[in-house]
């Protein structure tokens, strides 16, 4: 007689064979948590959309423009909080302050862009990008972006393509609600002509007109609604933001930039360069007389762009021509004297623009060409340390990118019109009241400081005048005119305090 064999639980076979039973279960729950999470995300859209209606939409730019980005990507990374790493969440909180403060500052141009930038290298952390992509995948973020939202709206649209419409049994639907709706109408028409309260309230909803849309304010929603996506869904972007070409190896043939043309080159620059050196050390700090028809001013105006554009392509060589220096010493060491020739022009560019301006007052322009002519030189310097200790041009690149972004920066939180105004106050300008009743509101206290008249007064007959800005609203407030408006205010107090 055979033994009975009791068999516990499923067996193995059977376990492997229902395999596909698992896959579908992590398949549904995957695309339940995806669904869930698209919901949240949309949520946050709409709510952002909205904040930004009421920030943004018809109000002078101001301090209402911080707060939304920083609104917007605060959202963004609460979304992406779980899968950064400690560090990376702390990098992209410090970023988001230090690249809205300009815009706090004062929105203008040059602070709008470095929030753009700003922002773009923190939506790229937020996606998980690594450092060493991290500019390349913050410049492939300007058509990585709007492509992300406009794939989401197209698979939205199919998604919503794909639902099935409900059919509807007209038989059961007219059986099921033909008695309760005429009953209700006829109940309904005998109650409003008994209430004459009820009667003036549906006379008053028959006469109600749906108000227009407002294309522009709906074209406003759908930009502010493509710019806000992609910050929520930065992860989707990351493998895109990552992509590298294959490298192909490829084989270099000789050009015209060579070892021998850059050496007879380097010979030909610094002939030419030591006789601009030589006529500015006769002319410039020297003595010398000038030949007639050609005043110190003249000079010197006319020598500052132009060699600050040679000190450029001067630069620009030096960086193109630095393999080519391998080896040969006497090559390396043109160069360090053409290099240095080129940081005197600098110098002397500089030595130029002083006297125009001691001569003719101070412009934007000029303020801003002294600020080159600084970067101008210290890039010199950095291009003669990576030809002297052989550095890659990638080292010299970086910190020559560092030190414009952060002059840049440094300069978003500097009045210029202050600084212009100040200085051609203290002077005997050419046309000195013309080019400062041009300048904007930060030049209102130094002008009423140095007059003892109010702006009105000193620009009297001139068609401009500086407008000191009064934000009728706290959206529109910024730290400069705040700045501003309370010098002046202190100032005025203490005029009416003086006997």
């Not at 270099?252 to 021998?260: P, W």
Request: proline share 5%.
């Amino acid at each position: 007689m055979m033994d009975r064999v009791s068999m516990r639980g499923v067996p193995v076979a059977m376990q492997r064979d229902g395999w596909w039973l698992e896959a579908d279960v992590q398949k549904v729950a995957q695309r339940w948590r995806a669904r869930r999470g698209d919901g949240v995300r949309l949520g946050l859209l709409a709510a952002l959309i909205a904040l930004g209606d009421v920030l943004v939409w018809q109000v002078m730019p101001g301090l209402s423009r911080a707060l939304f980005a920083f609104a917007v990507f605060l959202a963004g990374l609460a979304l992406a909080w779980p899968r950064l790493a400690p560090r990376a969440r702390v990098g992209v909180a410090c970023g988001m302050v230090i690249c809205l403060l300009p815009l706090i500052e004062l929105v203008q141009p040059l602070s709008i862009l470095i929030a753009l930038c700003g922002l773009s290298v923190v939506a790229v952390v937020m996606a998980g990008v690594g450092r060493v992509d991290l500019m390349r995948a913050a410049l492939r973020l300007w058509w990585v972006a709007p492509a992300q939202s406009m794939r989401d709206t197209a698979r939205a649209v199919q998604g919503a393509r794909d639902i099935k419409p409900v059919q509807w049994d007209l038989r059961a639907v007219v059986m099921g609600w033909a008695l309760p709706a005429v009953a209700t109408l006829i109940f309904a028409m005998l109650l409003i002509g008994a209430n004459p309260v009820l009667d003036r309230l549906i006379a008053d909803f028959t006469r109600w007109e749906p108000p227009r849309p407002d294309f522009a304010r709906v074209w406003f929603w759908g930009i502010t609604a493509a710019a806000i996506w992609p910050v929520l869904v930065t992860y989707r972007m990351r493998e895109r933001l990552q992509y590298r070409r294959p490298q192909r190896v490829t084989v270099r043939r000789e050009g015209v930039i060579n070892a021998t043309s850059v050496a007879r080159s380097l010979v030909a620059f610094n002939a030419l360069f030591a006789v601009q050196t030589g006529m500015d050390v006769l002319y410039l700090y020297g003595d010398a007389t000038l030949p007639e028809g050609i005043s110190p001013a003249t000079y010197a105006h006319r020598g500052a762009y132009p060699l600050l554009a040679t000190a450029l392509l001067a630069g620009l060589f030096a960086v193109v021509a630095r393999p080519h220096l391998n080896g040969r010493a006497l090559v390396r060491v043109l160069m360090m004297l053409w290099l240095a020739q080129t940081l005197a022009l600098v110098f002397a560019s500089v030595w130029r623009l002083d006297l125009y301006v001691e001569a003719f007052g101070l412009t934007r322009l000029r303020l801003a060409a002294y600020i080159w002519m600084g970067l101008v030189a210290i890039g010199l310097g950095i291009t003669a340390q990576q030809v002297w200790q052989d550095r890659p041009a990638a080292w010299m690149l970086l910190r020559s990118g560092a030190l414009g972004a952060v002059a840049l920066y440094v300069c978003a939180f500097v009045s210029f019109d202050a600084v212009v105004a100040r200085h051609n106050l203290n002077r005997d300008v050419p046309e000195g009241r013309e080019k400062l009743c041009k300048l904007s509101e930060g030049a209102i206290p130094a002008i009423e400081r140095s007059t003892g008249v109010g702006t009105a007064a000193f620009c009297w007959g001139q068609y401009h005048e500086p407008q000191l800005f009064h934000p009728t609203d706290w959206r529109e407030w910024g730290f400069r005119n705040w700045r501003v408006r309370r010098s002046l205010a202190a100032m005025r107090v203490t005029e009416t305090a003086t006997p």
